[in-house]
């Protein structure tokens, strides 16, 4: 039984940090690429951040480049985001994927977390 399971959520103030977690049980995970989604109320879901099998490549939405940053531990069966500078427009459920290759381009095309909530205040 695959299990993503996010932590790490939470309240926070315009230009703080976060550091979310999804730790995969029931899969192969360091041979999959792994990834985060969001969706904010009335919003559709939209692309994150996405890693390689091995972590050498990595793939940011434009609207989070240079504020997050996508890292994972094999050893771990672990993905993090680390979000920095948050914005009122971060706000959102965060889900994590973990894909059924190992490459960026089919993180979303395998199991997905429950989400986590970001909230950020102005």
């Known amino acids: 039984q695959v299990q993503l399971v996010e932590s790490g959520g939470g309240l926070v103030q315009a230009g703080g940090s976060l550091r979310l977690s999804c730790a995969a049980s029931g899969l192969t995970f360091s041979s999959r690429a792994m990834g985060w989604f969001r969706q904010a109320p009335g919003k559709e879901r939209e692309f994150v951040a996405a890693i390689s099998w091995h972590g050498g490549n990595t793939r940011y939405a434009d609207s989070v480049k240079g504020r997050f940053t996508v890292s994972r531990d094999n050893a771990k069966n672990t993905v993090y985001l680390q979000m920095s500078s948050l914005k009122p427009e971060d706000t959102a459920v965060y889900y994590c994927?973990?894909?059924?290759?190992?490459?960026?381009?089919?993180?979303?095309?395998?199991?997905r977390g429950q989400g986590t909530q970001v909230t950020v205040s102005s």
């Open positions: 994927a973990a894909g059924n290759r190992p490459y960026i381009d089919y993180v979303d095309e395998g199991y």
